[in-house]
Each structure stands twice: as structure tokens, then as C-alpha cells.
């Protein structure tokens, strides 16, 4: 299959250094235009003033880091089935990004909190479940960190990945229990009382500017982990004797 | 098949038995953090009837915790994990027999001291017994779940650190259902409903821990 | 007897174009050997050219970075409870638990085995490895040559055609290792096979082991 061309490290090495910058690029082109938009397109929200223009940083925000974690969860099947090293590199190269995002999308929430519910944290099930969130991602990342050989940090980080994309709606699912039961915050960030045209259009600006930002960071990274990895590699010592 | 998993489950409990302190320090730890709450909190029983089933489920937790790095760390430094993995059975029943014998030492004594630190927190005996029962239900999964984590931590440096770092965050379901059970029942809407969730959660635990465990087993002992 | 002998001939274990990595280092490839009933493998070479290494892949504790081990022509992934039942496995850790006592540890390796085990075959198995005064003491207070022969008693017991052991005769004394040396000859004599990494001169009986040098690679 042609796709499978891609998988081997010495091929997508160089294709991913072409795609960095314009990825890059892209990304700085649609964060400059979806602030734009949040800033001076987007009216003032008659309710909440000029505070709600975080959610333009925290919404993209939040859809990332739960989307990061399922492209995870997906490289990681991918490669424990057919043992494709690049995939556990993918997989390596979205965890500090996603676990970023997810950061964002609590500080940004703690920011829209503060001057919305007069508090920087509310147990809201939504924030709860990101917090939890991290957890996962700070996880992952410990463990591979703790690990030495790089074929058990890939697999054992794969198999945690899995897990964890099993147990996410449950996670997700309790806490929702949980918050019903306890009567907590129900107000959320997404369910602006006036969601504008405009809002909407700035918001899914920013997403895909934080999605080509990920692509781009990854790849970066994943090229990094490549050249580590396969040091011994003919390819590789061509290259340093080419450059 | 069976007679394997009772072979483990039986070494398990002998080996127990012969490093009594090591067992016995576990359920200490137990008393002592749920006792540590009233002292930090204070002791009014209205605040203590609100704080117990989660400071009794919390210790719980951690009490599952303490003993889970050792499930596979002492059979791998003495080369019987090797012998455990080669003998003639699928891995997950060995996983599972594990899992099931680390409930049997540190699950099972839990849930017969958790009433008397119930007791502590003012609990009503109707509160008392959901306590029992979400325990009942909830800790296998702890075990279940937890043997996932000692094997992906298996000879790690720091490895009870990181243990608890991945494995918490998966608690957090059988911790809400849990507490849930008794707070309905001293909300008076019954304790039904989340126990049957917990049940659900421990069907499907036991469904797939064992798999997963048996193949992060075979991960780290790569 | 024309079938016995064709019968011997037939590999039974076979390693077919074995490569190992360990971090990103090859430490060997393109390995192969075939071992019939009777034979013994004396696999040889420097520390950490990938002796322990070969014999985990061949016990299947370890999957090969290339090719496949083969047991009766099938591949020890596919019949991994057949291979398990035919295969003793000695390692550097001899998986003696410390706190049970030798006749405990060889009850319980035979019931991890499926084995039911009388006590007068422990018994036995225990004098055979002049053990017999220590049955019923703590494996904790053994030394390590004592606990090593346990673990040499555990494999007499074991029933099994394959025989994979690692450094057999480290910390073993002369008498430990004259030991060895006649377990494996009857287990051969049998019918039985080997395959053994060993930094000291292995002297067998009848048969020659075949030599196997691993790394350089």
C-alpha cells in the first residue's frame, strides 16, 4: 500500500521537515486572523462584557486536549496491532502538546471563572474531567520518562493510552454523576447564554489554528525522536555526511 | 484452568502469611489516614457524617495503593515471574489470579474494619452497610485495576510513585460511585443506583484488566 | 530401528534468522540453528553480546527484533502452552521464594506446572541434589550455591523435553557443578534437550554439544 511508504521513519523524515513550516505557518496565519475576529470582530457579550473573549483561547482549547488524547489513543492501537515505530513516536510527540492544551483550557478557565462565578475553581463537571485529563496526560509522560528502553516505553505507553481511552468516558460519565448529585456549578463556558455567529467563526478559526500548531509541533518532535532513535541508521549517516 | 488460578491465589496468601508485617502495615495505614481526618477537620458529628464515606474511601484507595507495587516487584526480582509467565496458561489468568489474591489480602480486611472506622464518622447503620457493600464491590476493581499499573511499573525507579501517579486517575470512577452508594442512602434516596454502576464497572474490569495486564506483563518483562 | 533413527534427525527446535536489539544496538541477526531430540546448544560469547538475551527469545520471555522460533515446527507463539509444558526455563534469578521452604517451592513450581507432586518425589528430587537435611527449613536461610539446587531439583521435576538454562553453574561448588553436568546427561540420554550458556568447561558423557557463538555483531 502506498500509505505504508510513509510509516518508515526514513521516508517521512524529510516529508515532515518540508511540512513544519508550512504548518507553522498556517497555524501563526489562522491565530492571527481568529484573534482578529475574537477581538474586534466578535460583539461584546451583553451579559458577560468583554471577560467571555477568553473562551476564544479556552474552547479551542479544550477540543484540542480531548481531541490530542483520541489521536493518541488511535496511534497507540495502531501500533501495538502492527508494530509500526512511527506511530509510538506520533504518539510520544502529541503528549507535552496535548497535556499544554489542556493546561490552557484550565488556567483559561480559571481566568473566565474568576469574574463569572466570583471563584477561581469550581468543581464543574467539565473542568473536574480536564483536570482529570491532565492526570492521564502527566501520567503517560511520567512513564515514558521513567523508562529506559525505548521498545517498552513505546508499548507500555501505548497499552496505558488504551486504557486510558477506555476508562475517559467513564471518568467523564462519573463525574457528571458525581456533579448532579452535589448540586455544583452547573454553568458552563460552551453554553453562552448568545452564542453570535461571529463567536462561533472565531472559535473554529482558533481551532484549527491550535490544530495546525499540534501537527506542527508533533512533526517537529517526532523528526527530534527520529534522529535520536536511528542514529545507527544508514539514512541517517548519509545525511550527516551529505550536510 | 481453575486449578491454576487457586495454585497462585493459594502462594499468594502463604507467602502473606510468612511477611505478616508487611500485611499488617497496609491495614494500619488504613486506620491511621481515615483517624487523621476528625483531627484536621474537627470532630462535630455533622461534619463528620458529611466527610466519612469519602475519608473511609479515600483511605481505602490509598491503602490498595501501598500494597500493589510489591504484586509483581518481589516475583520479578527473584526470577519466579519468569516461572509464572512460562508456565503453561494464559497469561491473564495469571493476571487475574493476582489481581484476585491481592483483593483476597488487602481488599477483604478493608472491608471488615471499614464499619468500625464508619462508626468513627457517626454513620448510621443503614450508611454503614452501603459502606460495606460499595466496598465490596468497588475494591476488586481497585485490585483489578490496579495490577494494570504494578505491571506497566514493573522495576521502574520510583516505581510506587509513578504507580500511583497512572493508576489514581482511574479511580476516580469506583471513589464517586462509591461514596455515592452511602451519601444516597444518608440522602435517603438508597444506595441502588450507584451500586449498580459499581457493579457494572467491576463486570466490565474484570472483563479486560486481566487482558490488559497480561499484556503489559509481557511489555515489561521484554 | 529405521524410525527411531529418522525421528532423531527431525529438528524440534528450531531458530530460524533470529536478530535481537536492545535500546537501538543490534547484538545479533540472522542467527539460526536447529537442535534434535538428544542434542545440547552451548550457546558461548563475551558479556553482553546477548546470551541471556538469545535464551529469553528462545523461551519466549522475549519476542525476536526478526525471524522465529519454531517448536515441532510450529511457532512458539502459536502453541505457547504446549511449548510451556515442554520447556523448563533457569534463569539468573532462580525463582526460589525466599520464604517458603524447598519443599514448598517445588510443590508449588509443580502446580504452576499442572503437576501434582507426592512428597516422597520431592523427597527424592531433594536427595538428588543432597538437600535432604534442608527440606523443611526457610529457602531464606539457604546460601545462594544451596538455592540454586533447588531451583536444579524444581527442573528434574518438571517433566519437560527442553531444558533452557542460563549460567547453570554460577555459584555452584565442585560437587554443585558435577551435579549439573550428570542431571544433563541423563536429561539428554533421555531423549531431552538443551540449551545452555555457560562461562565454565561443560563436561557431558556421551554427547558433544553443539557450540553457538553469539555477538560481534
Not at chain 1, 506542527?216 to 534522529?227: E, G, K, N, P, Y
Not at chain 3, 515441532?72 to 523448563?88: K, N, S, T, W
Request: hydrophobic share 55%.
Amino acid at each position: 500500500m502506498n500509505l505504508n511508504r510513509y510509516a518508515s521513519p526514513s521516508i517521512f523524515y524529510p516529508l515532515a521537515g518540508r511540512l513544519v513550516p508550512v504548518f507553522a505557518a498556517l497555524a501563526a496565519a489562522l491565530a492571527a486572523a481568529g484573534l482578529y475576529i475574537g477581538f474586534f470582530v466578535a460583539p461584546t457579550d451583553f451579559q458577560q462584557g468583554e471577560g467571555y473573549r477568553i473562551i476564544f483561547i479556552h474552547v479551542p482549547a479544550a477540543w484540542m486536549s480531548m481531541f490530542i488524547y483520541l489521536v493518541m489513543a488511535f496511534w497507540s492501537a495502531i501500533g501495538l496491532a502492527w508494530n509500526t515505530r512511527l506511530s509510538f513516536m506520533m504518539t510520544r510527540a502529541l503528549a507535552p502538546t496535548g497535556a499544554l492544551f489542556t493546561f490552557l483550557a484550565l488556567w483559561t478557565g480559571a481566568f473566565w471563572g474568576k469574574p463569572m462565578w466570583g471563584a477561581w475553581w469550581v468543581w464543574d463537571a467539565r473542568l473536574t474531567s480536564e483536570l482529570i485529563l491532565l492526570f492521564l496526560y502527566m501520567g503517560y509522560m511520567a512513564l515514558q520518562a521513567a523508562i529506559d528502553d525505548p521498545r517498552r516505553a513505546d508499548r507500555a505507553g501505548a497499552l496505558l493510552n488504551l486504557v486510558g481511552v477506555v476508562n475517559v468516558p467513564i471518568i467523564y460519565f462519573s463525574v457528571v454523576w458525581w456533579n448532579t448529585l452535589h448540586q455544583g456549578a452547573s454553568v458552563s463556558l460552551t453554553r453562552a447564554p448568545s452564542m453570535a455567529q461571529t463567536m462561533l467563526w472565531g472559535m473554529l478559526v482558533m481551532a484549527l489554528a491550535a490544530w495546525f500548531y499540534t501537527l506542527a509541533v508533533a512533526f517537529a518532535r517526532v523528526r527530534t525522536l527520529i534522529l535520536a532513535r536511528e542514529q545507527r541508521a544508514q539514512w541517517v549517516r548519509q545525511m550527516e555526511h551529505e550536510a | 484452568m481453575l486449578s491454576f488460578v487457586y495454585t497462585i491465589v493459594r502462594r499468594e496468601i502463604v507467602l502473606a502469611t510468612r511477611r505478616r508485617g508487611d500485611w499488617l502495615t497496609a491495614q494500619f495505614f488504613f486506620v491511621i489516614v481515615a483517624s487523621l481526618f476528625p483531627l484536621g477537620i474537627g470532630a462535630e458529628p455533622e461534619t463528620l457524617r458529611a466527610i466519612g464515606p469519602g475519608v473511609v474511601w479515600v483511605a481505602a484507595l490509598l491503602a490498595a495503593l501501598l500494597s500493589l507495587d510489591r504484586l509483581f516487584a518481589d516475583d520479578h526480582r527473584d526470577g519466579a515471574l519468569e516461572q509464572l509467565m512460562l508456565a503453561p496458561y494464559p497469561h491473564a489468568l495469571l493476571a487475574f489470579g493476582k489481581a484476585l489474591a491481592h483483593w483476597i489480602v488487602s481488599g477483604l480486611p478493608l472491608i471488615v474494619i471499614a464499619p468500625v472506622l464508619g462508626l468513627q464518622f457517626d454513620l448510621p447503620p443503614a450508611a454503614l452497610l452501603a459502606l460495606v457493600a460499595s466496598l465490596a464491590l468497588g475494591t476488586p476493581v481497585l485490585s483489578l485495576l490496579g495490577s494494570i499499573g504494578a505491571a506497566l511499573t514493573l522495576g521502574l525507579r520510583g516505581g510506587g510513585v509513578l504507580l500511583a501517579l497512572l493508576i489514581l486517575p482511574f479511580y476516580v470512577p469506583v471513589l464517586i460511585f462509591g461514596t455515592g452508594a452511602i451519601g444516597g442512602v444518608l440522602a435517603g434516596t438508597g444506595a441502588e443506583a450507584n451500586l449498580s454502576l459499581l457493579g457494572a464497572l467491576l463486570a466490565l474490569t474484570l472483563l479486560l484488566a486481566p487482558w490488559a495486564c497480561a499484556q503489559a506483563l509481557n511489555v515489561s518483562l521484554e | 530401528m529405521p524410525s527411531a533413527s529418522r525421528a532423531e534427525s527431525v529438528p524440534v527446535l528450531v531458530a530460524a534468522g533470529l536478530a535481537c536489539e536492545r535500546g537501538e544496538r543490534r547484538l545479533f541477526e540472522d542467527l539460526d540453528f536447529e537442535l534434535s531430540a538428544g542434542e545440547a546448544l552451548l550457546v558461548v560469547g563475551g558479556n553482553g553480546h546477548g546470551k541471556t538475551s538469545l535464551l529469553r527469545i528462545l523461551s519466549g520471555l522475549s519476542l525476536p527484533a526478526a525471524g522465529e522460533v519454531r517448536w515441532r515446527g510450529a511457532p512458539i507463539r502459536a502453541v505457547r502452552e504446549d511449548y510451556g509444558r515442554a520447556l523448563a526455563w533457569l534463569g539468573h534469578a532462580d525463582g526460589i521464594k525466599a520464604d517458603l521452604t524447598p519443599l514448598e517451592n517445588l510443590r508449588f513450581a509443580a502446580a504452576l506446572r499442572g503437576r501434582a507432586l507426592d512428597d516422597a518425589a520431592a523427597h527424592r528430587a531433594l536427595d538428588r541434589v543432597a538437600l535432604a537435611r534442608c527440606a523443611e527449613l526457610p529457602a531464606r536461610v539457604l546460601s545462594f550455591g544451596q538455592r540454586r539446587r533447588v531451583a536444579l531439583a524444581a527442573l528434574t521435576l518438571a517433566d519437560a523435553r527442553l531444558w533452557i538454562l542460563d549460567e547453570p553453574l554460577a555459584g555452584l561448588d565442585a560437587q554443585g557443578v558435577d551435579m549439573v553436568q550428570a542431571l544433563l546427561d541423563a536429561h539428554l540420554a533421555g531423549g531431552g534437550l538443551a540449551v545452555v550458556t555457560t562461562h565454565q568447561r561443560l563436561a557431558l558423557g556421551a554427547c558433544v554439544p553443539r557450540t553457538l557463538r553469539v555477538g560481534a555483531c
